[in-house]
C-alpha cells in the first residue's frame, strides 16, 4: 500500500524568503508524484508532477521540487515566495504502473506568506 | 475549454435523506474519480470510473455509490445521510485514468 506523509502541517514565511514544503512517501511499486495547490474555496490545481526522467521537476508559479529516490521524498521548493502563495499544498502519489489514476494525498501543508 | 464542473456548490442535507452530487467532466475525458475531503480525514479517494465502469473504489460504505453515464457525466450518491458525511466533495476528470487530473470546485455537503 502507498501513504505519503508531508511533514509539516503549517509554514510560516516571510514574503520573498525562500521556502521548502516537505513530502516523503511510502511504496512497494513505481509511484507517479504530484503537488496540488489548493486555494480556499477551491478545488485543487496541479503545480507539477514527477512521471519519470528528470528527478528535478519545474512546475507552474515559480515552484520546483526534486525527486530523490533512495529517500522516498519529493519536495516542493520556491526561491522566493508571493503573499499569493499563501495556500494550502498537497503531495500525492499514484501507482507507475499506470493501472489506475488514484491518488493517495498526504494531509496537507498551509503556506503562510506574511508580508 | 471548460473545466470540470460540479453541481451544486453549496447542498445542505439532513441526516437520514439521501444527496446526490454531479460532476461534467472536460470535454474529451473519459476518466472521473472522485474524492471526499474533510478536515480530519484529508483526502480521501472514493471512486474512479472510466467509459462507464468503476475500476476502482475507495475504502468507503456501500451508502456511497457513484455511476458514470456514456457521455462521461458522473454522479456520487450517499444515502442515509450521517453527520460525518459533511465534507467537500471534489471531482477529477481526466483523458484517461494514467494521464493528469484536472478538479472541479467541488461540492460542499453539509448534514445537519
Known amino acids: 500500500a502507498q501513504s505519503v506523509t508531508q511533514l509539516d502541517s503549517q509554514v510560516p514565511v516571510f514574503e520573498e524568503a525562500p521556502v521548502e514544503l516537505r513530502c516523503n512517501y511510502s511504496?512497494?511499486?513505481?509511484?507517479?508524484l504530484f503537488w496540488y495547490v489548493q486555494y480556499p474555496n477551491q478545488g485543487l490545481q496541479l503545480l507539477l508532477k514527477?512521471?519519470?526522467?528528470?528527478?528535478l521537476v519545474k512546475g507552474i508559479n515559480g515552484f520546483e521540487a526534486e525527486f530523490n529516490k533512495s529517500q522516498t521524498s519529493f519536495h516542493l521548493r520556491k526561491p522566493s515566495v508571493h503573499i499569493s502563495d499563501t495556500a494550502e499544498y498537497f503531495c500525492a502519489v499514484s501507482e507507475g504502473s499506470g493501472n489506475t489514476g488514484k491518488l493517495i494525498f498526504g494531509q496537507g501543508t498551509t503556506l503562510q506568506v506574511k508580508p | 475549454k471548460a473545466g470540470v464542473t460540479q453541481t451544486p456548490r453549496y447542498l445542505i442535507k439532513t441526516r437520514g435523506q439521501q444527496v446526490t452530487l454531479s460532476c461534467s467532466p472536460i470535454?474529451?475525458?473519459?476518466?472521473v474519480s472522485w474524492y471526499q475531503q474533510t478536515p480530519g480525514q484529508g483526502l480521501q479517494f472514493l471512486f474512479e470510473y472510466f467509459s462507464e465502469t468503476q475500476r476502482n473504489k475507495g475504502n468507503f460504505p456501500g451508502r456511497f455509490s457513484g455511476r458514470q453515464f456514456s457521455n462521461s457525466r458522473s454522479e456520487m450518491n450517499v444515502s442515509t445521510l450521517e453527520l460525518g458525511d459533511s465534507a467537500l466533495y471534489l471531482c477529477?476528470?481526466?483523458?484517461?485514468?494514467?494521464?493528469?487530473?484536472?478538479f472541479g470546485q467541488g461540492t460542499r455537503l453539509t448534514v445537519v
Open positions: 514527477y512521471l519519470s526522467g528528470s528527478t
Open positions: 470535454s474529451g475525458h473519459r476518466s
Open positions: 477529477a476528470s481526466s483523458f484517461t485514468w494514467n494521464t493528469e487530473a484536472f
Open positions: 511504496s512497494s511499486v513505481s509511484v507517479y
